[in-house]
């Protein structure tokens, strides 16, 4: 699974006590760059689910912080968002908190000749996830070939 710049650890730092003071979840934080652009992406959940003034309490008060501490030196835009329905697993938490759901699986490269796996989720022991597939075959995967791992929508 993708690793953690030292620009998000920052972030994430300055981020927690403003989430922490409101209840709220931190799914995850991205910096990333596409096309000409740098953005800060901040994902955020609670029970019941985020609404926007929730996103924006939280992207005033992180712009705040932000501007005091200065993290990023590069131009960049944040957003703060909720992680949506397809909400990505990241932490180990995520996994045992979604044991028994229905999750989408993305490979860095082809296992027995596919990248993409769906099935429900076992959990997350010693960094391998384990699913169950819709023929009741349990297939592991090593996380560091895992690109990424999002609830899947199912309709």
Do not use: H
Request: hydrophobic share 40%; glycine share 6%; proline share 3%.
């Amino acid at each position: 699974m993708a690793k953690t710049n030292n620009s998000e650890k920052k972030v994430e730092a300055i981020l927690m006590p403003i989430i922490e003071e409101k209840n709220f979840e931190l799914v995850d934080v991205e910096f990333v760059k596409e096309g000409p652009n740098w953005y800060l992406r901040i994902y955020i959940d609670k029970e019941g689910g985020i609404t926007i003034d929730d996103c924006e309490a939280v992207s005033r008060a992180l712009e705040v912080e932000l501007d005091k501490n200065d993290p990023i030196e590069q131009a960049y835009i944040l957003e703060v968002s909720s992680p949506g329905i397809d909400r990505p697993l990241k932490k180990e938490s995520d996994f045992a908190k979604y044991a028994g759901e229905i999750v989408d699986i993305k490979l860095y490269k082809a296992f027995e000749g596919s990248k993409e796996y769906q099935g429900a989720l076992k959990g997350l022991e010693n960094n391998i996830v384990t699913i169950t597939d819709d023929n009741g075959k349990e297939i592991s995967f090593d996380r560091k070939d895992i690109a990424g791992v999002r609830l899947a929508v199912i309709f």
